[in-house]
């Protein structure tokens, strides 16, 4: 037995489309900072480590330098300066142009 069914289109009335409103809140996200690592090693003396450090760190101390510099020896290594990244890359270049040994930069 065949069956036909015939539908009929029946018009759907169309809804209003109601665009989201828009916020006018910015959300800044501000950049990372970046930690400047120094690592322990065989051939660098306690003066070079604490002399770099109070040359290329901003505001660093002699009596910082030498605490970071003892840090460093003992613990192996030692957070030496954060900040935004472009200062970061510029004073881990200088410290191992110095022939310190870094650790790679890395996001604080």
Known sequence: ML???SFAPTA????????????S??????????KVIV????F?????????????????SGDRAWDLTNQI??????IVWVGPQEQAELYHQQLRREGL????????
Do not use: S, W
């Open 25 to 34: 809140q910015t959300v800044r996200k501000t950049y990372p900072n970046y």
């Open 73 to 78: 020896h003992h613990e192996g290594q030692a």
């Open 12 to 23: 759907m009335a169309a809804a209003p489309t109601v665009a989201p409103e828009k916020t």
């Open 44 to 60: 660098n003396t306690f003066q070079h480590v604490a002399e770099c450090l109070v040359k290329y760190i901003p505001g660093m």
């Open 101 to 108: 040994t870094m650790a790679p930069l890395e996001a604080a």
């Open 3 to 5: 069956m036909t069914a």
């Open 39 to 42: 690592l322990n090693d065989d």
